[in-house]
Nanobody, 126 residues
Framework: QVQLVESGGGLVQTGGSLRLSCAAS????????MGWFRQAPGKEREFVAF????????GYADSVKGRFAISRDNAKNTVYLQMNTLKPEDTAVYYC???????????????????WGQGTQVTVSS
């Protein structure tokens, strides 16, 4: 079992930046591909970013491509999501998720991930 805890969310103005962190414990985290998802009020949880076990493969939703960057530090058991040029449409609860195994193919559905954090709120004001 893997436990994931997100942090770093908050309130930011349009055009600002935030860095989210996801601290993992348990399981064999370093071997797991990871993802970031987000869920806005009244909407389904949607894919944001993916990173493979060692960080060499990444993938992004079209809506965040070029603005967000996912990374990981396996020595610290932590995955990051650097969010730049934030827009009001980025407002959502952000979740990190673990697949439970590795792989370099970008996975974009919630069904591809076994473990989930509790989420951290990101609010972008205009």
């Amino acid at each position: 079992q893997v436990q994931l805890v997100e942090s770093g969310g908050g309130l930011v103005q349009t055009g600002g930046s935030l860095r989210l962190s996801c601290a993992a414990s348990g399981g064999t985290y370093s071997n797991y591909a990871m993802g970031w998802f987000r869920q806005a009020p009244g909407k389904e949880r949607e894919f944001v970013a993916f990173i493979s076990s060692f960080g060499y493969s990444t993938g992004y939703a079209d809506s965040v491509k070029g603005r967000f960057a996912i990374s990981r530090d396996n020595a610290k058991n932590t995955v990051y999501l650097q969010m730049n040029t934030l827009k009001p449409e980025d407002t959502a609860v952000y979740y990190c998720a673990a697949r439970s195994f590795g792989g370099s193919v970008v996975k974009v559905t919630t069904h591809d991930y076994r473990y989930w954090g509790q989420g951290t709120q990101v609010t972008v004001s205009s």
